[in-house]
């Protein structure tokens, strides 16, 4: 009996710790979700922008730029924000260099160092 109620007790403990865990597990996934949204839609739409590339030069501009973001650092955190808000408005004028026909050496170059900026700052978050 004595035995029994020992077993019953290990099950009830290892219940316990088994539903905490998943709810942790589920918030931690929740919460990682939504700090990567942010340049997985970056890298949507640089990947997006390679499409209209009209020439060759202006292509491995834009795959440099679309392998960029691809490569960095995948988690938001709100100490990047304003970077975070740098790098839109200059992507947003990189957008419309490509649509007017301008030139998009500066724009790209732009966007290319606001990410190397965010990028050290991710960096020093996780210190």
């Known amino acids: 009996m004595i035995v029994c109620l020992v077993i019953l007790a290990f ?3 290892g219940s316990i710790a088994t539903d905490i865990a998943r709810e942790e597990v589920e918030r931690i996934e929740t ?3 939504a ?3 942010w340049m997985k839609q970056m890298r949507v739409r640089s990947a997006q922008l390679v ?4 020439d060759d ?5 834009l795959e440099q730029l679309a392998e960029d ?4 650092d995948p988690v938001s955190h709100a100490d990047v924000k304003a970077i975070e808000g740098d790098i839109e408005a ?3 004028n990189l957008e419309q260099a490509l649509t007017s026909g301008g030139d998009l050496a500066a724009p790209v170059e732009q966007t290319k160092q606001l990410l190397v900026q965010r990028n050290a700052a991710c960096k020093l978050t996780k210190n």
Do not use: G
């Open 11 to 13: 099950a009830l403990v």
């Open 31 to 33: 919460t990682t979700a």
């Open 35 to 37: 700090d990567t949204a």
């Open 51 to 54: 499409t209209k590339a009209k």
């Open 57 to 61: 030069t202006q292509r491995k501009m």
């Open 69 to 72: 973001f691809r490569y960095s």
């Open 90 to 92: 200059a992507f947003k």
